[in-house]
């Protein structure tokens, strides 16, 4: 890669300076009041809900047990407060759009419109594209290395980094999954999961770009490398299950990870004299972009699509071109190792 290139890339690396901060719906008193009165009526409006029938401790005001809420309701914690919030919450933003104000956060959300219960149904969709698209991409990595490259005579494949990448695969695949379920309906559970899962991800990217970007493919210092990494992100898994969900810090350490990690691939985009370093090239490049989208933060346009789920589609083009590298890399170093043997 041409030096300047380089440097127009560094500087992008740069715009990372401000994060968007928006005003917390929750502190709103009159949204506060909605929420006080509904809990109280059971309704906002004319609308009125089920929920709200049932006393705090979960017993039917009136009606025997039989008549309490589905179980699935009861998994998703749809509650008198859900339905509250919600609720308020729409109607609060429909009155302050008329006013010309922008939409605001409530308990750190952006309103959303719901579609059959679907919290935010367009990341979800994008959630679930994403995890088809990395299956794509981990399966054709497997036929390519298992079934059109040659084998060595123990069956294992010339490609060092062959297990590496299935585990990749597998984390990415188990990552999309949790967002998809996530997005579809948060609750502490289902976002502990989701933050847990992409920690893991990420932080076994950064191994994976350690290794393969510096050729550690030597056993002992491939511990040396992972050992520590592993360390860090279990550490950080257990701080945020079992002591505090701080989401402050989560976005820290996310950013830091794919800092380094596109750091690391773009370095060795611009030295190595890989055939397919500029699909590298690219990968960074987008990913710096769509990691814009992280940053500089947007409300949802017509309730459904935010910056968030636009992040979520920059990243399907991005896995596509990726999966392509990795089966370009597997194929180069197979033809460089038996160049080698013969
Ligand atoms: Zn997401």
Redesign the pocket.
Same mark, same amino acid.
């Given at each position: 890669m041409p030096r300047l290139h380089c440097f127009l890339f560094l500087a992008t690396f740069l715009c990372f300076a401000g994060v968007f901060v928006a005003g917390d719906g929750e502190a709103d008193p009159l949204y506060k009041d909605c929420v006080e009165q509904c809990k109280k009526s059971g309704c906002v409006g004319n609308r009125c809900f089920q929920h709200c029938k049932f006393s705090s401790d979960g017993k039917p005001i009136d009606g025997p047990w039989y008549t309490n809420e589905p179980l699935y309701l009861r998994w998703k914690q749809w509650d008198c407060q859900t339905d509250c919030r919600y609720y308020c919450m729409q109607s609060r933003e429909e009155e302050r759009i008329k006013l010309g104000d922008k939409p605001i956060k409530y308990h750190g959300k952006w309103p959303f419109r719901r579609v059959y219960g679907i919290q935010e149904p367009v990341?979800v969709a994008l =959630?679930a594209l994403n995890l088809a698209m990395q299956f794509h991409g981990w399966v054709s990595f497997f036929i390519l290395v298992y079934y059109k490259l040659p084998l060595r005579p123990d069956k294992k494949t010339y490609y060092e980094y062959t297990g590496l990448w299935h585990i990749y695969g597998i984390l990415s695949m188990n990552s999309w999954f949790w =967002?998809a379920i996530f *997005?579809s309906r948060d609750v502490e559970l289902t976002e502990k999961l989701d933050h847990s899962s992409a920690v893991a991800l990420l932080g076994f990217s950064l191994l994976l770009a350690i290794l393969r970007a510096f050729n550690v493919r030597d056993e002992a210092a491939r511990v040396m490398v992972t050992a520590p990494l592993i360390a860090f992100v279990t550490t950080h898994i257990l701080y945020l299950n079992f002591y505090k969900l701080d989401h402050g810090l989560q976005m820290k350490v996310c950013m830091l990870i794919v800092f380094t990690h596109l750091l690391i691939w773009a370095i060795w985009a611009c030295i190595s004299k890989h055939p397919a370093q500029w699909k590298v090239w690219l990968v960074v490049v987008g990913g710096n972009l769509a990691m814009l989208f992280e940053v500089y933060e947007f409300p949802p346009y017509m309730g459904y699509v935010d910056s968030?789920a636009l992040w *979520?589609a920059t990243t399907i083009p991005i896995t596509y071109l990726w999966w392509s590298f990795v089966r370009d890399d597997a194929e180069f170093r197979t033809s460089t190792l038996l160049k080698k043997v013969r």
């Open positions: 990341a =959630s =967002s *997005h968030h *979520h």
